[in-house]
């Protein structure tokens, strides 16, 4: 135990048991008696692990899934070839992508060309950092969480505007154009809506956000003994409903696909990136889908909470974030996409005034309750 | 119609109502001085005027007799002079026609344009240009069409050297990027969409200034596809070596349709009497080519509205599969059916007749379901109906003017269906609705395709119940049809049939021998197209594409 003498990355906090994964590393390894220096390590070892778990199940079983879930919407097979279910096209595919030749174009604006692919995928892995997922697998828990999440999941919008800009040409800038508007118009409904849920909390602390869902019995449904657990989408629904719509737009998916629009602007910012850059602009993609399930998940849905003992915690969390990713792609295969217009209408004129009516009435009954 | 001797004359009055026939005695009167000879088409009365009084005559056909709809724009050499004919009708009654035929020199090949009467004319009169050298004068944009720019003769005038190589300088395939279209004066950007783009069905360059994201103007560019159809048909023999052709124009499962449209050219041309059992079966056959056709339009402008993993797509490619397999065991291809013969089709229904049936009533039992789950799906589908309802209005005096024809007209309430007003095949005889709907808009043609499937659906059924009861020692599939097919030299005939996306047109001028001296394609697509400037300047790019979506074209068609 590193004891309250020596300073600490992590001042522990429920009365010294080790909650977040770094910390049980250094209780594992043993690397505490290296001070500061040890507790450096076992974060990066950490930051490691949950990095790699999130590029798992983004880059590589997320296209995968994604193949073979729109096939099944859109009666089709997709991949078959290659091992069971065609998983194997994976690998293929992983090859593939970064074999070929990275074509940059002349006319483009480097360095801004070559860092937006890094900014998009970055600032959602970023993200990943204080979500608690459950089995201890949790980097940081800092007091202002949320706010975090974010924060860096907006840097997006910034990478999105360098890669549009960047590439010289007329598609890229009218898609980074448009991401802009509808990142603006859509991140303050989806802020605001989540501060009502900070209201019911009372913190922005991703950890205690998620225990007080899962602490607070909401109704018991009768004759069966089962507690239904106050997760924030019960409790408010209106809200969930507002943060999925909201985050939809936030990502980029249908009905809001507008900023990639294939068949107006080829693929929008995207369109004049290949090979390993295309890989990272795609890579940030699905990253934050996932983020956008994984918040979703942890404000809403009781983030690891689930039958069974707490240690399959990991396992619940990673279904509810695939739950998110396959009502995106369910909307793609089945909802039309609006137009530019319409959607900064949506956003300003409707989804703004309700996200406020939705806190303004929150704010109102958590203070009755209280 | 007979070259008519009837002398009564119809009152000036009544020329102009709709429905009431124009005689040709009213059109001479109409005409008076103008018609400087007689140039009687098997079609249509002709007329022959000088090449200075086009718009004079054009308007007054237009405003006086009711010739609103200028069908298509002919231009041929002959060996003494440059010919252009206006193929002229009347949206009230298709089978009221009149030819003026506009003759010039050929030292001199200039003729006044019809443009500022019918806006059509602009492209028929630039394609007249491209391809056989009529100069319009009047004309707002007399540039090539079809061909590149730096095309060297127009390739279907006499003197015209096929051997000689022509040079194509790659400027206009330049980067577009490369000259920056930029405005000093306006904040408006030049925007290629494509030859090479998702959303353009095809080769079709668009090219298109922007305000923001709303469109200011927009150009097609077209030609990408142009195949020489025209004169490969004009190289083949009548009987048997035009036929496949028809096939490659509208390709995507139209193809027995516009085989339709020479078919009909052909017979009335050299007057032979289709049997009615086969005609019976051309008509099923053509119905489920509809179908097919109108499926793909539907899946495609749900590609354009929804984004490319829509299920959308594939449902409707899912329905005209079965489609496709019944064409192919009708005619044994999948895409280039070559069905139709001069004179009938090919060959009888598939043995055993009796599984045929059965595989095609199952299809249309199952159709009305399949129809109700685009309705949930599509057309009920409120941000479709945001995205689509008011959007590419295209006014119903408006399509008129550019020639729409179809479905893009009869969703702007323009009622208008040749099978109908102009009837061929077996249509006259049964029972089913022409589908029109007044909202001018995508939506309303994206529903009126829809129903339209319904009703072919009605079509089928009932030709189905008639080939089945047809008795066996009747069953004709071809005429008595001579193995050359030699018309009288002279003879002109312009003959449309309703293809899938509207009226397909054939002009056909016999040369005496067993090749047409002229062939002539009318494509609807290529008018409606012209008409999508109207339909999307001054709305957002996402409307452009799905304007374009709903005109349904098919650039094998546009350019033939």
């Known amino acids: 135990m590193s004891g309250a003498t020596t300073p600490s990355l992590f001042p522990l906090q429920n009365g010294g048991d080790p909650v977040l994964l770094p910390e049980h590393i250094t209780e594992l390894t043993g690397l505490g008696q290296f001070g500061l220096a040890g507790e450096l390590l076992a974060t990066f070892v950490a930051a490691f692990i949950v990095g790699n778990f999130i590029l798992a199940m983004t880059g590589v079983a997320g296209p995968w899934a994604k193949r073979k879930i729109t096939a099944s919407f859109t009666d089709r097979i997709a991949v078959n070839h290659l091992g069971p279910g065609g998983i194997g096209i994976i690998i293929a595919d992983a090859v593939r992508l970064l074999a070929k030749e990275n074509i940059i174009p002349e006319n483009v604006d480097r360095p801004a060309y070559d860092l937006a692919p890094i900014v998009i995928a970055g600032s959602a892995m970023l993200g990943f950092a204080v979500i608690p997922m459950g089995s201890g697998i949790h980097l940081a828990d800092p007091e202002v969480g949320l706010a975090f999440v974010f924060a860096v999941a907006g840097i997006a919008s910034i990478g999105l505007v360098m890669a549009g800009y960047a590439s010289g040409n007329k598609y890229s800038l009218l898609g980074g154009l448009r991401a802009v508007a509808q990142n603006v118009a859509y991140e303050i409904p989806l802020v605001v809506t989540g501060m009502s849920v900070v209201l019911f909390a009372g913190s922005l602390q991703m950890s205690e956000i998620v225990a007080v869902q899962n602490e607070t019995t909401l109704f018991t449904i009768p004759g069966l003994e089962w507690a239904v657990p106050a997760w924030f989408a019960l409790v408010n629904p209106f809200a969930f409903v507002l943060f999925l719509i909201a985050n939809f737009a936030e990502v980029g998916r249908n009905p809001f696909d507008m900023p990639e629009a294939p068949a107006e602007l080829i693929a929008g910012y995207q369109t004049e990136y290949s090979s390993v850059y295309f890989v990272l602009v795609y890579l940030g993609e699905f990253l934050h889908i996932f983020l956008g399930g994984a918040i979703i998940a942890t404000i809403f849905l009781g983030g690891p909470a689930g039958p069974g003992p707490d240690e399959l915690g990991i396992l619940w969390f990673t279904l509810k974030i695939w739950g998110v990713f396959f009502l995106t792609q369910w909307l793609r295969s089945a909802v039309p996409r609006v137009r530019i217009d319409q959607l900064i209408e949506i956003g300003w004129k409707g989804l703004l005034v309700l996200s406020f009516a939705n806190l303004g009435l929150t704010a109102a009954i958590v203070g009755v309750i209280a | ?560």
């Open chain 2, 1 to 560: 119609m007979s070259t008519g001797t009837e002398p009564e004359t119809e009152p000036e009055a009544e020329l102009t109502e709709p429905g009431v026939e124009t005689t040709e005695a009213a059109l001479e009167s109409l005409l008076g001085e103008r018609a400087i000879a007689r140039d009687d088409h098997l079609n249509a009365p002709g007329f022959v005027i000088n090449p200075n009084d086009v718009q004079d005559v054009l308007s007054d056909l237009r405003d006086e007799a009711g010739y609103d709809h200028l069908s298509c724009v002919t231009a041929q050499q002959y060996e003494d002079r440059y010919e252009s004919i206006y193929h002229m009708k009347k949206f009230a009654d298709p089978t009221d026609e009149v030819s003026i035929v506009v003759p010039t020199t050929v030292d001199d090949p200039v003729s006044q344009s019809a443009e500022p009467v019918f806006r059509t004319a602009d492209w028929h009169e630039r394609e007249a240009y491209d391809l056989v050298g009529v100069e319009y004068d009047d004309h707002p944009d007399l540039r090539r069409i079809l061909l590149p720019e730096t095309w060297q003769g127009h390739p279907l005038s006499k003197d015209y050297d096929q051997e000689k190589p022509q040079l194509v300088t790659l400027t206009e395939h330049q980067n577009p990027i490369q000259p920056d279209h930029h405005d000093d004066e306006s904040d408006t950007m030049f925007l290629n969409i494509g030859p090479h783009h998702p959303a353009t069905h095809g080769v079709l360059h668009v090219k298109t200034v922007l305000d923001g994201e709303t469109v200011a103007d927009v150009e097609p560019d077209i030609g990408y596809l142009h195949r020489c159809e025209e004169q490969m048909c004009e190289q083949g023999t009548y009987r048997h070596q035009i036929m496949p052709y028809p096939d490659r124009w509208d390709y995507v499962s139209a193809g027995l349709l516009n085989e339709w449209a020479y078919a009909r050219a052909i017979e009335d041309l050299a007057d032979i009497e289709v049997p009615e059992y086969a005609q019976i079966i051309r008509t099923m056959g053509a119905e489920l080519c509809r179908i097919a056709s109108h499926m793909l339009a539907l899946g495609t402008f749900a590609l354009d509205v929804y984004g490319e993993f829509t299920a959308t797509f594939m449902y409707t490619f899912r329905d005209r599969e079965v489609i496709q397999d019944i064409l192919e065991d009708l005619t044994g291809q999948r895409m280039m059916f070559n069905y139709f013969r001069v004179g009938g089709v090919a060959w009888d229904l598939p043995e055993p007749r009796e599984e045929f049936f059965e595989q095609t009533r199952e299809f249309l039992n199952e159709l009305p379901a399949k129809v109700g789950e685009y309705n949930d799906l599509i057309t009920g589908n409120e941000i479709f109906q945001t995205r689509c309802i008011d959007t590419g209005v295209l006014e119903p005096e408006v399509a008129k003017d550019y020639g729409c024809t179809g479905p893009v007209a009869r969703g702007s309430g323009v009622d208008y269906d040749l099978r109908r007003d102009d009837p061929y095949g077996y249509y006259e005889q049964l029972d089913w609705d022409v589908i029109t709907r007044d909202g001018c808009d995508n939506y309303a043609r994206v529903l009126c395709r829809m129903e339209e499937v319904e009703e072919s659906a009605k079509i089928i059924e009932q030709c189905l119940d008639l080939l089945e009861d047809w008795p066996e020692d009747e069953r004709d599939v071809q005429a008595n049809v001579p193995r050359t097919l030699k018309p009288d030299a002279g003879t002109e005939i312009y003959r449309a049939v309703e293809g899938a996306k509207g009226e397909l047109g054939i002009y056909i001028r016999s040369d005496g021998s067993d090749k047409p001296g002229r062939f002539k394609i009318r494509s609807p697509c290529f008018s409606n197209l012209q008409a999508l400037e109207e339909m999307s300047e001054g709305e957002y790019i996402p409307d452009l594409i799905a304007s374009l979506g709903s005109l349904d074209i098919v650039l094998g068609e546009v350019d033939r």
